[in-house]
């Protein structure tokens, strides 16, 4: 069977492997191979809650989002379609025990270019007037922010990567890399063909871990199982914003048709899953308290019920951020990890990759590559927020 050869190969066809493919393309990059197991979208992308913020206490995370916003502001004339980002605006209420390090935290990202601000009490009932907010010490809002679609601006991404000369290989699952040396040199497929490439992205999710134990690369990834329920809230409610609850845990944002989409935010104990085989909706428990959170925080809504569920998976590493970094096998590259990150994100992820192929470094001077390298687990050197919030901080 004769071998097939790129000067980049995109192992995986998720959004990051998108992302990464789209971003190589709009650097000249185009003699690209993207090998994904199944189709376009179909793993965890699909499952994604398609949340958009740039509220984050890594000041390179913010600066990721923020990219992410740009570019979704921008997808009819980069992607020529609608991806389905919606910009609601995005609500996130703490604590008074939190206030101090939230407000901080928007400091730190206005630093950046993040548009956000503290607003009172008075303009979050305006936005969200069924929400008891009598609990929180302070509210921050994002204009800019709201939900997308992850499964759609992957497609996107993917088909304006190929309209550039990328190729696509779906039902092509990869068995095993291929190193010559100390060098990447391609992969082998399932069926026995082999990509030649002399640079190699792995893109693969929650899958990474096994593809790269047999080079001596850990990647340090647990599979947590994320529950999400659809809630009919018996009212039109009208433009609201994604609300984060900080206070009792959850985040809604409103869906096209007038559901409710809610996840719970508490992730101090994961829910250890299989990628390959785990319930995919809400359990009996998770429902009972989605129904306790939502009626508690949401009193306004007396005639909600749930209309649905789903389960999809996260790839969590030990700080909840992502890696996207360069290995000991030279040409090797990884983006991985993302912990529920990983769609707003996508954009600045996709140019990142791009810039390690091709320059070796970040071009951003606020997204630093060394701050998301495989080697900081190792070298006890977590990436974690300078303003934590009690009770919150995985995903902050």
Not at 80 to 101: E, K
Request: aromatic share 8%.
């Amino acid at each position: 069977m004769s071998a097939e050869t790129a000067d980049v190969l995109i192992v995986g066809g998720g959004l990051e492997g998108a992302a990464a493919a789209w971003a190589l393309s709009q650097r000249g990059v185009t003699d690209v191979v993207v090998a994904e197991r199944d189709t376009v979208g179909s793993g965890m992308t699909g499952k994604s809650s398609g949340i958009v913020r740039c509220h984050y206490g890594v000041s390179s995370l913010a600066a990721m989002a923020a990219v992410g916003v740009e570019v979704f502001e921008k997808a009819e004339e980069l992607f020529g379609s609608d991806i389905g980002f919606r910009q609601t605006g995005y609500v996130v209420g703490v604590s008074d025990a939190n206030a101090d390090n939230m407000r901080k935290s928007l400091a730190a990202q206005r630093e950046i270019g993040v548009q956000t601000e503290e607003i009172d009490r008075s303009e979050v009932a305006r936005l969200w007037p069924y929400a008891d907010l009598e609990p929180f010490g302070a509210f921050g809002f994002e204009a800019r922010g709201g939900y997308g679609d992850a499964y759609r601006t992957a497609q996107a991404m993917m088909l304006t990567a190929r309209a550039t000369g990328t190729r696509l290989r779906q039902g092509a699952r990869v068995l095993r890399l291929l190193v010559a040396g100390d060098r990447i040199s391609g992969a082998v497929l399932a069926d026995g063909a082999e990509i030649h490439a002399g640079t190699v992205v792995v893109a693969t999710g929650a899958w990474t871990p096994a593809l790269l134990a047999p080079h001596g690369i850990a990647v340090p990834i647990t599979v947590h199982r994320e529950q999400i329920v659809m809630v009919s809230p018996g009212v039109d409610l009208g433009p609201v914003p994604v609300f984060s609850d900080l206070v009792s845990l959850q985040y809604v944002r409103p869906e096209i048709g007038g559901d409710i989409l809610f996840g719970n935010s508490d992730l101090a104990a994961l829910d250890v899953a299989d990628p390959d085989r785990y319930l995919n909706r809400a359990d009996a428990a998770f429902l009972e308290l989605a129904a306790e959170k939502i009626s508690t925080r949401f009193p306004g809504l007396g005639d909600a019920s749930i209309s649905g569920s789903y389960a999809g998976c996260y790839d969590v590493t030990p700080d909840w951020n992502p890696v996207i970094s360069r290995c000991a096998v030279a040409g090797l590259i990884v983006a991985a990890g993302f912990s529920g990150h990983g769609f707003k994100i996508s954009p600045a992820v996709g140019r990142l990759v791009a810039d390690l192929v091709v320059d070796g470094h970040s071009s951003d001077p606020r997204i630093p590559e060394s701050d998301f390298r495989l080697s900081r687990f190792a070298e006890g050197e977590l990436l974690t927020s300078r303003f934590p919030y009690l009770g919150a901080g995985e995903m902050r």
